[in-house]
């Protein structure tokens, strides 16, 4: 393994944190150690020195997309931390079909998607809800946009193939069975859901530009890799992107309380629900989630 001394430690935290906002402290060497030695020798570098200088001067930006992908973690499951979906199945989905029934257009993010398993559990938790109401044309109305800086991690989300690892982590056998085709040693999501998610690649540190706001945005176990200036401007983009009354929905490790004041913070069993405060006039045209009995679960 590629050594990193103080000086080459300094020049590679600095490049990570400007290209994806991973923030590391000091004693995190043996991270950069272990997951760029690989890509370092593979590109003929005999030092973190000639690897940076390599990486800066990369006119095509296919180095810096693999240093992001081996810097990031894109650790994820099926139905993560229970009782945000069960605040997700008992207010906002029935809320949220409710509002695609009404005004037509309901949207979600999910701002670190990873390889899907987020947006695809929130699909099926979705469709099955569309169903019980004896409505699934719904989905018609909802639209879901699934993020990551990450290029194999989406290309992993965009395929919706999972093996018998992944496909264990969380998710209800009968689900499985539902919305899962074996193939081979895989098992591939339901197509027809599959073609109902967005996938984009997008760095959550750059300019929050949407054509609309959202309903629900879910930036789940991405906020504790960085620093809390990036976490204060990153909470403060996503707050003027949610809808009055909105909900934004964090990891259970994550809190937003020290650095925004723009949402209320609410509690379902052991899940935080952040909803954007209404200040001045409310969205023109829509209905608001507290309106609907969708905010503040
Ligand atoms: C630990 S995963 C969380 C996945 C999912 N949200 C969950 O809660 O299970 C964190 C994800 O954030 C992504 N990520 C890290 N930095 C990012 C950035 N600056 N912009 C967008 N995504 C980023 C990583 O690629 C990774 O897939």
Redesign the pocket.
């Known amino acids: 393994m590629l050594k990193i001394n103080a000086p080459e430690y300094v020049l590679m935290t600095r490049y990570i944190e400007a290209h994806?906002?991973?923030h590391l402290e000091k004693d995190k060497e043996y991270l950069i150690e272990s997951r760029l030695s690989d890509l370092a020798a593979e590109t003929g570098c005999r030092s973190f020195q000639e690897f940076h200088f390599k990486a800066r001067t990369d006119a095509t930006g296919r180095l810096r997309d693999r240093i992001?992908d081996a810097m990031?973690?894109?650790?994820?499951?099926w139905f993560?931390d229970q009782s945000v979906w069960e605040y997700l199945e008992a207010t906002a989905v029935p809320a949220l079909l409710e509002q695609a029934g009404r005004t037509g257009a309901v949207r979600i993010w999910?701002?670190?998607?990873?390889?899907g398993?987020?947006a695809y559990s929130l699909m099926m938790m979705l469709d099955e809800g569309a169903r019980r109401r004896g409505a699934p044309w719904l989905l018609d109305n909802i639209e879901i946009l699934a993020?990551?800086?990450?290029t194999t991690?989406l290309a992993a989300a965009m395929a919706g193939r999972y093996d018998a690892i992944a496909i264990n982590r969380g998710l209800p056998e009968e689900k499985r069975r539902k919305y899962f085709t074996r193939q081979e040693q895989s098992w591939v999501f339901d197509e027809r859901l599959r073609n109902r998610v967005r996938f984009k690649k997008?760095?959550?540190?750059d300019p929050f530009i949407f054509p609309f706001s959202f309903d629900l945005i879910?930036?789940?176990?991405?906020s504790i890799?960085?620093s809390e200036s990036f976490k204060r401007a990153m909470f403060a983009k996503l707050a003027a992107v949610l809808k009055p009354d909105g909900v934004l929905l964090l990891?259970a490790t994550e809190s937003l309380r020290e650095f925004s004041d723009d949402f209320a913070i609410t509690y379902y069993k052991n899940a935080v629900i952040n909803t954007k405060k209404i200040r001045g006039l409310k969205d023109p045209g829509h209905g608001t989630a507290k309106e609907m009995g969708y905010g503040y679960g």
């Open positions: 994806c906002g991973i992001i990031t973690t894109n650790e994820t499951s993560r999910s701002a670190a998607a990873a390889t398993q987020e993020t990551d800086i990450s991690a997008f760095n959550l540190q879910l930036c789940r176990y991405v890799y960085f990891g």
